[in-house]
Structure formats: structure tokens, C-alpha cells
């Protein structure tokens, strides 16, 4: 077989090993199973099931639309420090001054809600880079979109068109920028660990059950790191990973993680 048709083959596994993954768990690396086959192929990727759940636009007028979304500045660090036994973030009333919609508006946020939201399935892929990183960047791997005049890759997963598309659609935008993920992975602690996130707007994250990155509110793309090591966490050992993100309000989305953990899908 020439170079070509192997190139060919390459891309079709790819592509059906993500297409496939759609509403299942699992860890799909499938260049790697090319490499077994003695075909030349890139770094790896590992596809973590992602829960995302899109809403409608608010309008005062449908009782069945969540104020939080395409509305006004809301709901910064409402989340409480440890994840409740359904493993979905408790809310929490904030210390600050920012405008909150209470706990039954922010449960819609990770809860499938009959006719206010409608959840997907996404495969998120992970890559392993160059330096031994294991990566999701909506900046280097989202689609283009165009912001005051300048063209930027975004976080956009269901917009019209794709596979992931829901019936709210893009409500009459470019993208469709309502909406929430959930992401449930394990990862078996080495030494050294690190973890870093980046997100336009909210996003939470919970290593064993704790709150470790809180980016809580509508903002511009905004990070954090964590020293995996100061968590006091045992070298070999399982840990689960929870990350909530939010899209609620502006022209742009994005959501990245970066770690040195081998992230898995949690069963």
C-alpha cells in the first residue's frame, strides 16, 4: 500500500474512532494502533467524554430560559469548596456584589432540565505534545471565529453544522455561546504534577473531590496553575479530576488543560 492510501487510511480511523466514541467511555488512541501497524502516524490522542449541555438564550418572557445565560454579569464563585455526592458542584451564595440567580437557576447549569437545556455528548480530544504534556487548547485546535476584526480560534463544539449540533442551534450567531460542559477523568499521580487551565467564562475544578481552580463568572480568557504536589495527594495513587465549564455570555468561548497526568475517562 503507497504512502497516499495509508494517508488516507490514517485519517479515516481517526475520524471513525471519533465519530464511534460518540456516548461512550472509554480512552481511543488510535495512531497508535496505526503505529502497530507499521504506519508512520502523530502523537497520540486520548478522547475524554464530555457532558454538554446547551441553553437558550435568556428571555424574560420564556419562563423556560435560565437568567445566567446571554443576560448580564452573574454567579461569580458560587460554587462551595467540595463536590456534593452526586459529584456536581454545590452552590454556594457568594461574598461578593456580583448579581446571583440562586441555587435551583445554577442546578440547571449540570443537570439535564426538560425544555431549558438539551445535553450532548462530546468526545474531547487530548494530545500529547512535544514535551510530554498531555493538552486540550481551543486556541490551537478550536474553529476560527472573528472578534473586533481579528480571526481567533474558539471553543465552540455544537455550533450549527457540526455533529454535535443541538435544536437551540446558534440562536442566530456565528457560534453558539450558551452553554455548559462536564468532565469526569482519573489520572494516577506522578511526582511533579502540575495542571494548568484556561477559560472564557466560568470554570470550576475538583482534584478528589476538592475545589482547586475557581474562575467563576463571565470574563475574558483568564488562567490558572496548580502544583499538583502541594495537594497532599500520594504518588501511584488513582485521583478523580471533576472540570464544570461555562459559556454564558460574549462573542468568544475557550476552555484549555494542560497537565503532565495521563488523563482517563472516569467509569
Given at each position: 500500500m503507497n504512502r497516499a492510501a495509508l494517508a488516507v487510511l490514517a485519517g479515516c480511523v481517526i475520524?471513525?474512532?471519533?465519530?464511534?466514541?460518540?456516548?461512550?467511555?472509554?480512552?481511543?488512541?488510535?495512531?497508535?494502533?496505526?503505529?502497530?501497524a507499521g504506519i508512520e502516524t502523530g502523537p497520540p490522542l486520548i478522547f475524554l467524554t464530555m457532558t454538554i449541555r446547551d441553553f437558550k438564550r435568556y428571555n424574560a418572557k420564556d419562563p423556560t430560559t435560565n437568567p445566567a445565560f446571554d443576560n448580564q454579569d452573574s454567579e461569580r464563585s458560587v460554587v462551595a469548596a467540595a463536590l456534593g455526592d452526586d459529584s456536581k458542584p454545590v452552590y454556594k451564595a457568594p461574598s461578593n456584589a456580583i448579581q446571583?440567580?440562586?441555587?435551583?437557576?445554577?442546578?440547571?447549569?449540570?443537570?439535564?432540565?426538560?425544555?431549558?437545556?438539551?445535553?450532548?455528548?462530546?468526545?474531547?480530544?487530548?494530545?500529547?505534545?512535544s514535551d510530554g504534556l498531555y493538552q486540550f487548547d481551543s486556541q490551537k485546535f478550536g474553529p476560527t471565529g472573528r472578534y473586533m476584526g481579528a480571526i481567533r480560534r474558539v471553543f465552540t463544539p455544537i455550533d450549527d453544522g457540526?455533529?454535535?449540533?443541538?435544536?437551540f442551534g446558534n440562536q442566530g450567531g456565528a457560534h453558539n455561546l450558551a452553554f455548559t460542559a462536564e468532565l469526569h477523568a482519573v489520572f494516577?499521580?506522578?511526582?511533579?504534577?502540575?495542571?494548568?487551565?484556561?477559560?472564557?467564562d466560568d470554570l470550576y475544578v475538583f482534584i478528589?473531590?476538592?475545589?482547586?481552580?475557581?474562575?467563576?463568572?463571565?470574563?475574558?480568557?483568564?488562567?490558572?496553575?496548580?502544583?499538583?504536589?502541594?495537594?497532599?495527594?500520594?504518588?501511584g495513587q488513582d485521583y478523580p479530576l471533576d472540570l464544570f465549564y461555562a459559556?454564558?455570555?460574549?462573542?468568544?468561548?475557550?476552555?484549555?488543560?494542560?497537565?503532565?497526568?495521563?488523563?482517563?475517562?472516569?467509569?
Open positions: 475520524a471513525c474512532s471519533i465519530e464511534t466514541s460518540r456516548g461512550e467511555i472509554g480512552i481511543y488512541e488510535p495512531q497508535a494502533e496505526l503505529s502497530d446571583t440567580f440562586g441555587k435551583v437557576l445554577f442546578d440547571q447549569w449540570y443537570n439535564d432540565t426538560a425544555g431549558t437545556n438539551y445535553s450532548v455528548t462530546y468526545p474531547l480530544p487530548v494530545s500529547l505534545t457540526t455533529p454535535y449540533a443541538t435544536p494516577a499521580l506522578t511526582t511533579a504534577g502540575i495542571l494548568t487551565v484556561r477559560s472564557d478528589n473531590g476538592k475545589l482547586v481552580v475557581d474562575l467563576g463568572g463571565t470574563h475574558a480568557s483568564r488562567g490558572a496553575s496548580i502544583n499538583l504536589d502541594d495537594l497532599g495527594l500520594t504518588v459559556e454564558r455570555r460574549g462573542a468568544t468561548a475557550d476552555l484549555a488543560i494542560t497537565t503532565n497526568q495521563k488523563l482517563r475517562p472516569q467509569i
